[in-house]
């Protein structure tokens, strides 16, 4: 299979994980767990999207179709076992709640051209009101997708992976920014040039290593069509129970956590690049979006603000095993589903250097989401 180990590696040989967000940790565990010896080098963790994500698992309320839908409704699938895993792993609880997603509409025409209203159950105003009591006057129809649901990825999830990953014996590296990748004459990686957190600088020698850099990730590796999209966040407290299903509406959703906190999100900002902070019109935005979903959440006491930088691609999707360097296998470019990938992800990238053979299905995915899939094919000759 594409991505195998190099036979010159010895089993015992680390492999490196280039960031330490939620695609690093996914990954270093699963290889963990399988006995592989395991390095993640991270730069911050509290830049991470993955301390930043709502923590939605919506393959079917974010309208995905194609192969992405493939890939989120596969992980989907994953995740209650991959969750039961990590938390006895971990002796963390994640906050993984199969609370269904509601998707609000202005018109009945609206719900049904919606791109997965074939796996939702229709709702007219009554029914939205009875999923979502208090639902804004505008929204007259709605879909349901119960098999949706959200973790608590800020709080929880991030914990109990970096608890697993030690209790495996995983070892970090705080503070360490990958600089620059080695290469030998054939163009195959051997070590990665490492700047640590007193600013002494190393190289690490490797055969095998993974790119699960987020957002930065074509900073290491410039082939790869990578780029940031910010979102800003915010959250407020309210009643414990009030809203038992996310509302997904068009540039806001709100996500209820067990304990009455209510995660708003997101603005979508790709001429942001990566200009950090909050802006005004970004938490306007999300204002007037809770003032059209659920207006009495407009009185909630607000909590926190935040933003971050999804690792984006030209199709949304990610970039997925074997890249343009022979040694280096990519994790990178989920966008705004790297939550809900993260289960898929860590079997599709850890099976090959596990020496598992993947299903054919596994298979197939990983050669929808290979890197360079947006290349023009060649014109025809003649
Ligand atoms: C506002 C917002 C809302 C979101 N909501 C959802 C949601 O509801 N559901 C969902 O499924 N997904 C959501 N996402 C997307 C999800 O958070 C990301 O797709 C996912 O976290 C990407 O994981 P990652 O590991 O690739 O990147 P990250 O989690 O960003 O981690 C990358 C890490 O790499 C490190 N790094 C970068 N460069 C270097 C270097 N040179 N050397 C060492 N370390 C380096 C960084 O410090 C960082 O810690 C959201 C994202 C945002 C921003």
């Known amino acids: 299979m594409t991505g195998a180990p190099s036979p010159a590696a010895p089993p015992d040989t680390p492999v490196l994980i280039l960031g330490g967000g939620l695609m690093g940790l996914a990954i270093a565990w699963r290889l963990a767990r399988g006995g592989r010896a395991v390095t993640v080098l991270s730069r911050r963790r509290s830049e991470a999207a993955g301390f930043v994500a709502a923590g939605m698992l919506a393959p079917h309320a974010e309208g995905l179709s194609g192969d992405l839908l493939a890939l989120g409704q596969a992980s989907l699938a994953r995740i209650p076992a991959w969750v039961a895993a990590i938390e006895a792993d971990s002796d963390l609880r994640c906050g993984l709640r199969p609370c269904g997603i509601v998707v609000p509409f202005a018109s009945a025409a609206e719900r049904d051209a919606y791109p997965t209203a074939c796996h939702g159950t229709a709702l007219d105003r009554a029914g939205l009101e009875a999923e979502i009591p208090g639902i804004g006057a505008h929204w007259q129809a709605g879909l349901l997708f119960p098999q949706d649901g959200q973790i608590d990825n800020r709080r929880r999830l991030m914990r109990a992976l970096e608890r697993a990953c030690t209790r495996l014996g995983v070892s970090f590296e705080e503070g360490t920014s990958v600089v620059g990748l080695e290469r030998d004459a054939a163009g195959r990686l051997t ?87 909050l802006t005004p019109a970004g938490q306007r935005q999300l204002q007037e979006g809770i003032a059209a979903l659920l207006p009495e959440a407009g009185r909630w006491p607000p909590m926190e603000r935040w933003w971050g930088f999804r690792p984006c691609t030209p199709d949304e999707g990610p970039l997925l095993g074997e890249g343009p360097i022979p040694g280096l296998l990519l994790a990178c470019g989920h966008h705004r589903n790297g939550v809900l990938l993260a289960a898929i992800t860590a079997d599709l990238l850890a099976g090959p250097l596990l020496g598992e053979p993947g299903s054919a299905e596994e298979q197939r995915l990983l050669a929808a989401f290979r890197w360079d899939r947006f290349r023009q094919s060649p014109a025809p000759l003649g």
């Open 191 to 277: 070590g990665v040039q490492l700047r640590r957190a007193d600013g002494g600088r190393a190289t690490l020698s490797c055969r095998q290593a993974v790119l699960t850099s987020g957002a930065w990730s074509a900073q290491l590796v410039p082939e790869l069509p990578v780029f940031p999209v910010k979102g800003q966040m915010l959250s407020l407290q309210g009643p414990r129970q009030v809203l038992q299903r996310v509302i997904f509406g068009p540039g806001t959703y709100l996500v209820p956590r067990e304990d009455g906190l209510l995660v708003v999100g997101a603005t979508s900002e790709p001429q942001a690049g990566f200009s950090e902070g």
